[in-house]
């Protein structure tokens, strides 16, 4: 008897010594994104300045910081933790400020435009790749990236695309730098364009590129633009797996690859659709709902910030100037013909 249970302790311990390493690993990059986020968030409240969105900041700060001084390999790991990890579970939280009624003003127009927005950018954007010569692998992660949802699309697709290191990489830098500008540029055209709340939430989740992006963008124009842009984009994220599937299915028909690869499902998606359903039946108390919205944008805030860190100008130069300028046809044919339908 006495064997058996120090048998089982010696089984056991492994399968948790690598739990503290693993925390201790995230810690440093964590801490420096929580820190950018914290002085974003004061910058916006010393200056009482609506305009300038913490969120933006956080990710101002964060470009600043890796251009200028670069990311120390032990920042690595808790960026992409806060970048991944903590981004999700606030999108996911963010159902709490959504229910069913709300997600009905998209109405079928609305998810119409969104479905053919993706469907039109992606066939347009591989169309031109080839025009320009920009090769196969690296066009399909800049189409999908700029079509769905940037760079965990981009991560996901490459699981069937079976592009190189470099690819998955000049294509994350694509359409970080380009939903970026998104972000800067789009409340500004919303003010000229005289949009609407509505229609504008919709056209930032209809074309900006990462989700934290059209957070970022959308909410800075108020509630409504916030959460219907929310809405808009994590239906087109809910497209990334049928993409996918259709990738991988044309990439085996080709001889692309060996095997099937598993096209990974976007779970916080599913998480984001469970919580508004439940807000709709089993609304939060207004005072724990209060400190969930504060605590939502607080994460939204940190993931920002680690996007910025996450974004080196030097990998656009690697690969030359044709993928770049079918980057920028993307973010251009997107964002025009998400506004046109949605107008």
């Not at 974003?40 to 990710?59: D, E, I, R, W």
């Not at 697709?157 to 079976?162: F, G, L, P, S, Y």
């Not at 003010?191 to 800075?220: K, N, P």
Request: glycine letters at 10%; one cysteine or more.
């Amino acid at each position: 008897m006495t064997d058996t249970i120090s048998h089982t302790k010696i089984a056991i311990r492994p399968r948790f010594s690598g739990l503290l390493p693993a925390a201790f690993a995230i810690l440093p990059g964590l801490a420096l994104c929580i820190g950018i986020a914290l002085a974003a968030m004061a910058v916006q409240g010393l200056t009482g300045l609506k305009a300038l969105s913490p969120l933006m900041l956080a990710m101002v700060f964060g470009i600043a910081i890796r251009n200028s001084l670069g990311m120390n390999v032990r920042l690595v790991d808790g960026v992409k933790f806060s970048l991944r990890r903590i981004l999700r579970c606030a999108i996911v939280l963010l159902g709490f400020q959504l229910s069913l009624d709300q997600l009905a003003a998209i109405g079928l127009t609305g998810f119409g435009a969104v479905a053919v927005t993706l469907i039109a950018s992606f066939v347009a954007i591989k169309l031109v790749g080839r025009l320009l010569g920009v090769d196969d692998g690296l066009t399909a992660l800049i189409a999908v990236g700029t079509s769905v949802c940037g760079a965990s699309a981009v991560v996901a697709a490459n699981t069937v695309v079976r592009g190189t290191d470099e690819d998955a990489a000049y294509a994350i830098a694509c359409v970080t730098v380009f939903g970026s500008l998104s972000m800067v540029l789009f409340p500004h055209l919303a003010q000229w364009l005289a949009m609407s709340d509505a229609h504008y939430g919709l056209w930032v989740g209809a074309s900006v590129h990462e989700v934290a992006q059209v957070t970022g963008a959308a909410f800075q124009n108020g509630q409504e633009s916030g959460q219907l842009g929310t809405v808009a984009k994590l239906t087109r994220v809910a497209l990334l797996a049928p993409l996918i599937l259709v990738l991988g299915a044309l990439a085996a028909r080709h001889g692309g690859q060996d095997e099937k690869a598993a096209a990974p499902l976007p779970w916080f998606v599913f998480g984001f659709i469970a919580v508004i359903v439940i807000n709709t039946f089993a609304p939060l108390p207004a005072p724990i709902r209060e400190v969930t919205v504060s605590g939502t944008t607080i994460m939204l805030t940190i993931a920002l910030a680690a996007m910025g860190l996450e974004t080196d100008f030097r990998k656009l130069k690697e690969k030359g100037l044709r993928p770049l300028l079918l980057g920028a046809f993307g973010w251009l044919f997107i964002s025009v013909l998400a506004w046109v339908l949605l107008t």
